[in-house]
C-alpha cells in the first residue's frame, strides 16, 4: 500500500476532517513544543515518548477529527516509579466497568486511577505513550500508532490547517511499513528534522497542559 492510498483510507473514515503527510516545519515546531513541557501539576516530571515514537517511523501524517472519529482504546498515560512500577494510568473506555468495581485503587479523576498499594518511597514520572492505530482494509505489514499531543500543539496544528472548534482534536500518526509514491519524501522525517530529547523551552506551554485530556486539569 501506498501513502496516497493509506491517506484516502484514513480520509474515508467517520469523522476525518483531514489527513494529509505532515509538513517538516511542522514536526519541528510540534516536537519542539513537546519536549519543553517536562513537568506536569505539582513537580512531577513529564516524560514525553509517544510523539518521539511516532516521529522516528518512516511515515509521519497529521490527522484533525471530530468526536466521531474512533480513538483507539488503549492506556497512554501511564505515573511509573523509578522502578518502572506503575503506579497510576489514564482509564480506556474499556477498562471502565473492570477498574470501577476495584476497591484498591483511587479514582483521581474520571479518567484517571492510582494504585496506592503499589506507591512507596520512590519518586514518580508521567510517562506519555502513543496507541496502536488500527483500520480495517489495511494490509498487513502497515504498522501505524496514533499519539494525541498537548493542547497547545494541537491548538498549533489546528491553526496551520485553519480548523476550529471545540469537537476537534490533532493526532500525529507514524506508520511504518507504506510504499512511498512518486511525490511522496524519500526519505523518514526524523532523518532531516531534528527531534528534541528534553525540555527545550520552547514557547513555554502550560506544565498543565499535557494532562488536560484526563481531566486531571481542566481543559
Same mark, same amino acid.
Not at 514536526?27 to 516530571?45: H, K, L, P, T
Not at 505515573?79 to 482509564?91: A, K, L, P, Q, R
Given at each position: 500500500? /501506498?501513502?496516497?492510498?493509506?491517506?484516502?483510507?484514513? /480520509?474515508?473514515?467517520? #469523522?476525518?476532517?483531514?489527513?494529509?503527510?505532515? *509538513?517538516?516545519?511542522?514536526?519541528?515546531?510540534?516536537?519542539?513544543? %513537546?519536549?519543553?513541557?517536562?513537568?506536569?501539576?505539582?513537580?512531577?516530571?513529564?516524560?514525553? +515518548?509517544?510523539?518521539?515514537?511516532?516521529?522516528?517511523?518512516? !511515515?509521519?501524517?497529521?490527522?484533525?477529527?471530530? /468526536?466521531?472519529? %474512533?480513538?483507539?482504546? %488503549?492506556?497512554?498515560?501511564?505515573?511509573?516509579?523509578? !522502578?518502572?512500577?506503575?503506579? #497510576?494510568?489514564?482509564? *480506556? !473506555?474499556? +477498562? /471502565? =466497568?473492570?477498574?470501577?468495581?476495584?476497591?484498591?485503587?483511587?479514582?483521581?479523576?474520571? #479518567?484517571?486511577?492510582?494504585?496506592? %498499594?503499589?506507591?512507596?518511597?520512590?519518586?514518580?514520572? +508521567?510517562?506519555? =505513550?502513543?496507541?496502536?492505530?488500527?483500520?480495517?482494509?489495511?494490509?498487513? #505489514?502497515?504498522?501505524?500508532?496514533?499519539?494525541?499531543?498537548?493542547?497547545?500543539?494541537?491548538?498549533?496544528?489546528?491553526?496551520?490547517?485553519?480548523?476550529?472548534?471545540?469537537?476537534?482534536?490533532?493526532?500525529?500518526?507514524?506508520?511504518? =511499513?507504506?510504499? *512511498?509514491?512518486?511525490?511522496?519524501?524519500?526519505?523518514?522525517?526524523?532523518?532531516?528534522?531534528?527531534? *528534541?530529547?528534553?525540555? =527545550?523551552?520552547?514557547?513555554?506551554?502550560?506544565?498543565?497542559?499535557?494532562?488536560?485530556?484526563?481531566?486531571?486539569?481542566?481543559?
Amino acid at each position: 500500500m /501506498r501513502v496516497g492510498e493509506y491517506l484516502e483510507v484514513l /480520509r474515508g473514515r467517520d #469523522g476525518v476532517i483531514m489527513a494529509d503527510v505532515m *509538513p517538516r516545519d511542522l514536526v519541528q515546531e510540534v516536537a519542539e513544543m %513537546e519536549a519543553s513541557i517536562d513537568m506536569v501539576s505539582g513537580g512531577m516530571r513529564l516524560e514525553n +515518548m509517544g510523539l518521539f515514537q511516532c516521529l522516528h517511523r518512516e !511515515e509521519v501524517i497529521v490527522l484533525i477529527s471530530d /468526536r466521531v472519529f %474512533e480513538r483507539p482504546d %488503549e492506556i497512554t498515560m501511564r505515573m511509573v516509579d523509578t !522502578e518502572g512500577v506503575v503506579i #497510576g494510568h489514564d482509564v *480506556p !473506555e474499556s +477498562m /471502565r =466497568g473492570e477498574l470501577s468495581k476495584r476497591s484498591d485503587l483511587i479514582w483521581m479523576s474520571d #479518567g484517571f486511577v492510582l494504585f496506592p %498499594e503499589l506507591i512507596g518511597n520512590r519518586d514518580a514520572k +508521567m510517562v506519555m =505513550g502513543c496507541s496502536t492505530l488500527r483500520i480495517e482494509g489495511i494490509p498487513e #505489514g502497515v504498522d501505524a500508532r496514533m499519539f494525541y499531543p498537548s493542547m497547545s500543539s494541537a491548538e498549533l496544528i489546528n491553526r496551520r490547517y485553519g480548523v476550529e472548534g471545540p469537537d476537534i482534536s490533532a493526532a500525529v500518526i507514524g506508520v511504518d =511499513g507504506l510504499e *512511498p509514491s512518486v511525490d511522496d519524501r524519500s526519505v523518514p522525517v526524523a532523518d532531516v528534522v531534528e527531534v *528534541p530529547c528534553g525540555g =527545550g523551552r520552547h514557547g513555554e506551554p502550560s506544565p498543565e497542559d499535557a494532562l488536560y485530556r484526563c481531566d486531571l486539569v481542566g481543559e
